[in-house]
């Protein structure tokens, strides 16, 4: 069984920074997988960035890339998003995410994760 919690979320200008952390709990060799994903109002929930514990590559979605970072600390059972240069478009409902066994094929898509979060709120205004 494995337990995330989520924080970090909150209200930012455009061009401001947050970081977002899962605390991940139980089991997590179950999963090689871990990362973040998001849904705004009205839009299908997406992937933004996801860890893959086995080459240590992580894979982005083309719309944060050079402005998100996502990082795992194993010590702190931690998987943190870091954000800059944040856009009003970034705005939604952000969920820590976890996949088994594998993390391909199609890393970022929300009908592969085996795990949400309960999500925490990051909203962007202009």
């Known amino acids: 069984q494995v337990q995330m919690a989520e924080s970090g979320g909150g209200s930012v200008q455009a061009g401001g920074s947050l970081k977002l952390t899962c605390v991940i709990s139980g089991n997590t060799w179950n999963f090689p997988c871990m990362g973040w994903f998001r849904q705004g109002a009205g839009k299908d929930r997406e992937g933004v960035a996801m860890?893959?514990?086995?080459?240590?590559?992580?894979y982005y979605a083309d719309s944060v890339k050079g402005r998100f970072t996502l990082s795992r600390d194993r010590a702190k059972n931690t998987v943190t998003l870091s954000m800059n240069g944040l856009k009003p478009e970034d705005t939604g409902i952000y969920y820590c995410?976890?996949?088994?066994?594998?993390?391909?094929?199609?890393?970022?898509?929300?009908?592969?994760?085996?795990?949400w979060g309960q999500g925490t709120q990051v909203t962007v205004s202009s």
């Open positions: 995410a976890a996949r088994t066994p594998f993390c391909e094929p199609r890393p970022l898509d929300p009908d592969t994760i085996t795990k």
């Open positions: 860890f893959r514990s086995s080459t240590s590559h992580t």
